[in-house]
């Protein structure tokens, strides 16, 4: 009797991540993106942002159990090395560097990621920026308390609220990557879901690509959707969000660079 030989393989992890990407990005698509006031659109924001961290979550857990088993772990030590309970970017590194010690001088090497950065209390306009792998892996720790509070319902994050700080007083809150209004709450919006899921996804293919390596393995990313900043060219957004000039004007210089958070 034939018995099937299972080859576990990094690129079909890779493959299922984007399988799983496909309902958070065709949300997106369904968003009108115009100024003003979008209904019930408004919950596209956090059903992108549950589904693009929970992609991100099943996709770690896959791929490292897949590696560390190309590397020859037994099962044992995989189920011990691979118990990740809501794994943010720093917790994944951390693994990386440890299971696999010749990426820890790579990561963060030549990693860039444009998002959106929220604006001062009062003005409207999210501000184009980009993110090293510091600041990235920093933020995703305020996008896995998003994650936290909207699971376990302690914001809706489709209209202005307040959102709880995280329960360790060294983490990152959720208020730190959302939108503030001039009365203490804070929004998610589309612009923060699409942040949410690009800091994700840019940083999953850096991990990745740098573990593969490790085994002689090279991924090919070309499946997974990209949750494009614009729907239009920054110029039209502009245009359209803000005819009067006024917040353009107030707005941070995207090429300043961040406050030090070390």
Not at 148 to 159: K, M, P, V
Not at 212 to 237: C, I, R
Request: net charge neutral; proline share 8%.
């Amino acid at each position: 009797m034939t018995t099937a030989v299972l080859a576990p393989s990094l690129q079909d992890s890779v493959d299922r991540y984007a399988r799983s990407l496909i309902v958070p990005s065709r949300l997106l698509a369904l968003h009108p993106r115009k100024p003003g006031g979008v209904g019930n659109a408004a919950a596209l924001a956090p059903a992108i942002t549950l589904g693009a961290v929970a992609a991100f979550e099943g996709f770690v857990e896959d791929f490292f159990a897949t590696a560390l088993h190309l590397q020859g772990q037994s099962f044992a030590q995989i189920v011990k090395n691979v118990k990740l309970n809501n794994p943010d970017i720093e917790e994944i590194e951390r693994l990386a560097t440890k299971e696999f010690p010749g990426t820890k001088s790579a990561i963060g090497v030549g990693f860039s990621i444009d998002v959106w950065y929220p604006p001062e209390a009062g003005k409207r306009l999210w501000n184009p920026i980009e993110l090293d792998w510091k600041r990235a892996r920093h933020d995703a720790q305020g996008w896995m308390q998003v994650r936290h509070c909207l699971a376990h319902g302690l914001a809706s994050g489709w209209q202005s609220e307040i959102w709880p700080g995280p329960i360790r007083g060294t983490s990152v809150p959720a208020s730190a990557v959302l939108k503030p209004t001039k009365t203490g709450k804070h929004s998610l919006v589309l612009h923060g879901a699409i942040t949410c899921a690009r800091i994700y996804r840019a940083a999953a293919e850096h991990l990745a690509n740098l573990v593969a390596a490790q085994v002689g393995n090279t991924l090919s990313w070309s499946k997974l959707p990209d949750f494009p900043m614009h729907k239009t060219t920054y110029e039209e957004y502009l245009a359209s969000s803000a005819p009067c000039g006024d917040d353009i004007a107030a707005a941070p210089d995207p090429s300043q660079p961040l406050a030090d958070i070390s």
